[in-house]
């Protein structure tokens, strides 16, 4: 327990409210203080540790989801906004772009501590989903921008996300092909 979960005796207890919410394809309901973030959600009421806490500011994206298949800041943003909404966290990433994204980060050695990647995944999946066509370094550099990454550099991050767009892209135009 911190400092902000403590409540004196003479302060009123906050606010709880039922949040009802898609979590990585399941319908979820989990009661919430009103005042907590996306991310304590997440990691400390749900279990989903991938989603990692870093400046709890939004300066770094380590704790990047993706809302409505957007990426958003998870310790930025209020639980309450995500009421009827689709969340996915780096735990969900089993589908075929998350699988060409995690080859790729595997083929190019893009990790190394870990810390940022659940971030830079989910970022990285969210540009692939929107974009369904290979992208150009300076496209996976603009849609990774708010991730911060102190081991690798980039260049090796870029890499895997260029890699896996272009796969994708190939794979789709097979499937266009063969309909």
């Known amino acids: ?52 806490q870093g400046c709890d500011e939004g300066e770094c994206g380590a704790c990047t989801v993706l809302l409505d298949d957007k990426p958003v800041l998870s310790c930025c943003t209020l639980a309450a906004q995500v009421e009827g909404r689709d969340v996915r966290t780096v735990e969900a990433l089993a589908e075929r772009e998350a699988a060409a994204l995690l080859d790729a980060f595997d083929r190019h050695d893009a990790a190394q501590c870990g810390f940022c990647t659940p971030g830079v995944l989910m970022s990285a999946e969210a540009l692939l989903m929107d974009t369904r066509r290979a992208v150009t370094m300076p496209e996976a550099a603009q849609a990774l921008s708010g991730n911060l990454c102190r081991c690798t550099g980039y260049t090796k991050i870029l890499h895997a996300v260029v890699d896996a767009s272009e796969r994708l892209a190939e794979e789709d135009a097979e499937h266009g092909a063969a309909s």
């Not at 979590?23 to 304590?40: F, I, K, Q, W």
Request: net charge negative; hydrophobic share 40%.
């Open 1 to 52: 327990m911190n400092d902000t979960d403590k409540t004196r005796a003479d302060e009123p207890a906050p606010a709880v409210s039922l949040l009802r919410f898609r979590l990585n394809g399941a319908d979820v309901s989990v009661a919430v203080e009103d005042h907590r973030t996306l991310l304590e959600v997440l990691r400390y009421g749900l279990d989903l540790t991938g989603t990692k």
